[in-house]
């Protein structure tokens, strides 16, 4: 595969001349787009719309359905040149679980948010419905005031991987039987 040299410049298209990919395997409630509609109203559209040479959506589906629930006439777009029909359908997939492959550093999120709440920022941009927030809330106050019964020793064991790949093997594999695990990488 050949390297990419430059990123392909955005250019601005019509919603309308958009086309969405019929066979979009992923779903957009409306309680969803109505979050990504917020999210742009609070931090402008800042990922671009992928489309094909013809204007079909390859990724951002959900995010050409809250530009047109906002009445917004234009939205930023890159168009990936020369992918087979192949790589269209496979990337309308993998850009969306490949995203869903990331974790989340609990302790980091938690400690982002509470700041983020002690800012009077609005956490419903965030994404997270009212019980993911009370339950991340409730898991740092606790480890802000641990209660003595509540404590347990904690151990720990370093594992080193030749690299990334087998760093994922690992981790992955330890977390499906049920440890609690971090990648930290040194």
């Not at 050949?2 to 969405?20: A, G, N, R, V």
């Not at 979009?24 to 040479?53: C, M, W, Y």
């Not at 192949?86 to 990337?91: G, L, N, R, T």
Request: aromatic share 6%.
């Amino acid at each position: 595969m050949e390297k990419m040299s430059k990123l392909p410049p955005y250019q601005l298209k019509k919603t309308d001349d958009l086309i969405p990919y019929v066979n979009n395997s992923r779903t957009h409630s409306e309680p969803q787009v109505n979050q990504i509609a917020s999210s742009i109203k609070e931090f402008g559209f800042t990922n671009p719309v992928l489309i094909d040479e013809d204007g079909g959506v390859i990724a951002g589906h959900g995010r050409l359905m809250a530009a047109r629930k906002l009445g917004i006439d234009e939205v930023p777009t890159i168009t990936l040149l020369g992918l087979t029909e192949a790589q269209k359908k496979a990337y309308v997939i993998a850009d969306n679980k490949l995203a869903l492959n990331a974790g989340w550093d609990e302790s980091v999120l938690s400690l982002e948010i509470m700041s983020l709440s002690e800012m009077d920022f609005d956490l419903d941009l965030l994404g997270f419905d009212v019980n993911e927030l009370a339950r991340i809330v409730d898991e740092i106050e606790e480890d802000l005031d641990p209660k003595e019964e509540s404590y347990s020793e904690v151990f720990n064991v370093l594992i080193e991987c030749k690299d990334e790949q087998e760093q994922e093997n690992v981790f992955n594999r330890l977390d499906s039987e049920g440890y609690k695990c971090r990648v930290q990488s040194l």
